[in-house]
């Protein structure tokens, strides 16, 4: 309980860029949290994020619907009715499993995107750190924890159904705005004395910022004085996020992701369907169809044995999506075997190339990857599994002890809507995510074959080829290289280990 005389309750807040954050890895902050850490206040973007990723396109049409209603309450009535109409219209009937698998694997990237770079300086600085917010807490926790490192979130709390639907309303005391966050910060506060400092950013934050000896006001402007905090400046790196948006969606950009989704779909039929025609037309097709495709470099031809049989070209990937190696075939000009970790049944049935599965048993795949490389060439991704973030992960060693006609290729691209990977969503559909874009880019940079001494047959062992050509395709990239794995992306997504550092693997 907050111990704390009337003689020091201020009676005017000061402005954020008077506080000084030296010497106060002992004390304690307490910070709002939209508004404040974050430079905007409206919390419908992220309540849209939500809604499409955990119910689908009907209940993110039903918020963008809603999204006048919405202002007209926050701006003419009261904040607090504004977000109850968006806690009920977004969860309403919603497992809470799906909320909390957006909030760990969704939300946290688009938070990132807009922290407030002298409220987190400040913030950063103390040693024990307090969130409070009028959000659920159950959307904020996952990020203030781990990439804020918030010692306590404070947010309101959502009723749950014994079967573990959320109903749409919340919790007594009900929103924590005013006087009830104030009164919520008294009950989880375990100091004796009053938290050292408090960050605000209205009228609404006065009643716990009065709780703290000192309290400062994020000015209403800051969204317009200076550009986000950049990403890498957290507590901690996101390496990894999941769902199919790449933008945060504003109401007008919901309005137009909505309305392009049919025309997108029928564009990526097309796409597709141009995959049957000879893959000598293909760079002209995709291009015909909006796909821009950029290729760099030289790519090698096949090689002949000295014996007569043809020894097919290992093309070594990054990974970026499940079309990189058809898009390695619209480069080269012709079709090539792919060998992948994980495909659906639709993806293979629709990839206009060979795909064979890996089995993930290091013998049989190494058998099967040489039966394939002796009738032609091969094209492989020894990540194992895609990484939206420049970073490369770690690559498996069992390509270099096959062959030594090794061709790195540095597989890159860009989207504006929709992301063409999903870790928890159906992978069937990320061939058609992505060309559903409304321009899509994909660049493809041929490096040069790895010479004969960097490879197993000089006496190199596989985990050097490996770790070498994780390198220089990094550097092509401008990636950075991690000792991440598959595994190790699945854990973090789902809420394990989340906070594993990115480890260089020089």
């Known amino acids: 309980m907050v111990n704390r005389s009337t003689d020091c309750i201020p009676c005017k807040f000061m402005d954020l860029e008077s506080c000084c954050a030296d010497g106060r890895e002992d004390q304690t902050v307490v910070s709002e949290f939209f508004g404040s850490l974050l430079r905007g206040r409206s919390m419908l973007p992220y309540f849209m994020l939500v809604a499409f990723e955990a119910c689908g396109i009907l209940r993110y049409s039903l918020l963008l619907l809603f999204s006048p209603v919405y202002y007209f309450l926050n701006y003419c009535v009261s904040e607090s009715s504004a977000i109850r109409l968006l806690i009920f219209l977004t969860f309403a009937g919603l497992k809470v499993r799906k909320i909390e698998s957006v909030a760990r694997a969704t939300l946290p990237k688009f938070f990132s995107e807009d922290v407030q770079p002298v409220a987190w300086r400040v913030f950063s600085s103390f040693g024990t750190r307090y969130m409070l917010t009028a959000a659920p807490r159950i959307m904020v926790e996952c990020f203030a924890r781990e990439f804020l490192d918030a010692d306590a979130v404070i947010g309101t709390e959502i009723q749950v159904t014994k079967s573990g639907r959320a109903t749409g309303f919340v919790k007594a005391p009900g929103l924590l705005q005013r006087i009830v966050k104030r009164d919520a910060l008294k009950a989880a506060w375990k100091g004796e004395n009053a938290p050292d400092v408090g960050l605000g950013v209205c009228n609404d934050d006065h009643a716990f910022l009065a709780l703290c000896r000192e309290g400062y006001i994020v000015p209403a402007n800051t969204k317009e004085m200076e550009p986000p905090l950049r990403k890498e400046k957290l507590a901690k790196t996101i390496v ?229 050509t994780q390198r220089i395709l990094a550097l092509t990239l401008g990636f950075q290289c991690t000792n991440f794995t598959r595994k190790d992306k699945y854990r973090m997504l789902a809420g394990n280990d989340g906070s594993i550092p990115v480890k260089s693997s020089a």
């Open 240 to 468: 990894f996020y999941d769902g199919r948006l790449v933008q945060r969606p504003t109401p007008f950009l919901a309005l137009i992701t909505l309305l392009w989704m049919p025309v997108g779909f029928i564009l990526a039929v097309l796409r597709i369907a141009a995959g049957a025609l000879p893959m000598s037309w293909g760079y002209f097709l995709v291009t015909s169809l909006g796909v821009r495709v950029v290729i760099k470099g030289k790519p090698p031809a096949s090689v002949q044995d000295k014996n007569g049989p043809k020894l097919g070209v290992l093309f070594v990937c990054s990974h970026r999506s499940l079309l990189d190696p058809i898009f390695l075939s619209v480069a080269l000009g012709r079709r090539i075997t792919a060998v992948t970790y994980s495909i659906s049944r639709l993806s293979e049935v629709l990839s206009p190339i060979k795909t064979v599965a890996l089995t993930r048993n290091r013998d049989q795949d190494a058998a099967n990857i040489r039966k394939l490389l002796a009738e032609g060439d091969l094209a492989i991704c020894p990540e194992g599994t895609t990484c939206r973030e420049p970073f490369l992960l770690r690559f498996s060693s069992l390509f270099a002890e096959l062959t030594d006609q090794i061709t790195p290729v540095a597989m890159n691209n860009s989207m504006s809507m929709f992301h063409g990977t999903t870790a928890t969503g159906w992978k069937c559909m990320d061939p058609f995510f992505f060309l559903m874009n409304p321009r899509p880019v994909y660049e493809v940079t041929f490096l040069n074959q790895l010479p004969q001494e960097l490879t197993c047959a000089a006496g190199k062992s596989p985990h050097d080829v490996a770790n070498y």
